[in-house]
């Protein structure tokens, strides 16, 4: 239904003066921040341009959070960014999720079924530098809080990332784009719950339901082909992330016996967009983890998950 919605809302708005930038490599990631999916770019789009997008993503896996268990989850996104100026991008997102975790019944325990919703909103701005010699840089400014309002502010978050991007086309006429962002997330989403008395599986997944995480670094690198122009109708635009985290604000001591006891996570994403229709840009793709966090440090990825979702341009 909301797909519908926005699908029909670019249907009734006019076309972007600048449909490059509108359709084309500016889009929002999952935050709403311009970029490819998992991660945010360099790009802001042409100026007074509203970029709005609806994404969806699903995981599900076995012996994940408890041995025997097995856990299914699925998120959605309503993400957008507005390009105020010429290198200003204003963006914002609102998150839900919603996590069913099933364990079989053992000699010692009967069959257990837990499922457990969640959300919340983030805002922010980013700032770039004009393009020179195919080298354009900038940052970003956000913060979020969880929808679970008794807990905030405490169990908000907030991160700073500067950006960095060589878009080789400048250069050569090799239509592939380089990204790197560099950056730091302060988190204090464990605050949400107190679990006193509770084992260390209830606090296992209900940390990896509402996303509960440790502050920590952040570094990724991007590749992406805007082949708009190239591939006529379709509208492809392939692109890839590598991932990488690393928790910095220590265990959590109720589970420091836990294992694996790594405070790093890595992960892959691959991904395509294609113009759906003349208005609205629909992209698909995945997610492979490479390297699970330590369970004292911070909630696992499941092994692999897909997504999709439409983005639609405005132009005032």
């Not at 530098?129 to 940052?139: D, I, N, V």
């Not at 440790?214 to 190239?230: I, N, T, W």
Request: glycine share 12%; aromatic share 8%.
């Amino acid at each position: 239904m909301a797909t519908a919605c926005l699908i029909a809302a670019a249907t009734a708005a006019p076309t972007p003066a600048n449909a490059q930038d509108a359709v084309g490599p500016a889009a929002p990631s999952r935050t709403g921040a311009a970029g490819l999916y998992g991660m945010s770019t360099t790009d802001v789009g042409a100026v007074r341009s509203l970029r709005v997008a609806l994404y969806g993503d699903l995981s599900r896996a076995s012996d994940f959070l408890v041995l025997g268990d097995v856990n299914t989850q699925a998120r959605a996104e309503l993400a957008a960014g507005f390009t105020w100026r010429r290198h200003v991008e204003l963006f914002g997102a609102v998150r839900a999720g919603w996590n069913r975790n099933e364990q079989a019944a053992t000699p010692s325990t009967g069959a257990a079924t837990s499922t457990i919703g969640s959300g919340g909103f983030a805002v922010g701005a980013k700032l770039v530098t004009a393009p020179r010699h195919g080298l354009t840089g900038g940052g970003e400014l956000a913060a979020g809080l969880p929808f679970a309002a008794g807990s905030w502010p405490g169990s908000g978050v907030a991160w700073v990332t500067a950006l960095g991007a060589l878009d080789l086309a400048a250069l050569t006429r090799l239509p592939l784009r380089a990204h790197l962002s560099v950056g730091y997330i302060a988190d204090g989403s464990r605050t949400q719950i107190d679990f006193t008395g509770q084992p260390a599986s209830a606090r296992q997944i209900a940390m990896f339901a509402r996303g509960m995480d440790a502050s920590r670094l952040r570094f990724a690198f991007g590749l992406d082909a805007p082949l708009e122009d190239r591939t006529g109708r379709l509208g492809l635009h392939p692109f890839a992330e590598y991932h990488a985290e690393i928790a910095i604000s220590g265990e959590d001591p109720a589970l420091s016996d836990q294992s694996p006891y790594n405070p790093d996570r890595h992960w892959l994403t691959f991904g395509l967009r294609a113009r759906a229709t003349a208005r609205v840009t629909a992209m698909v793709g995945g997610n492979v983890t490479l390297r699970q966090v330590g369970i004292p440090f911070g909630p696992p990825l499941p092994p692999w998950s897909v997504f999709a979702g439409a983005v639609v341009p405005l132009q005032f």
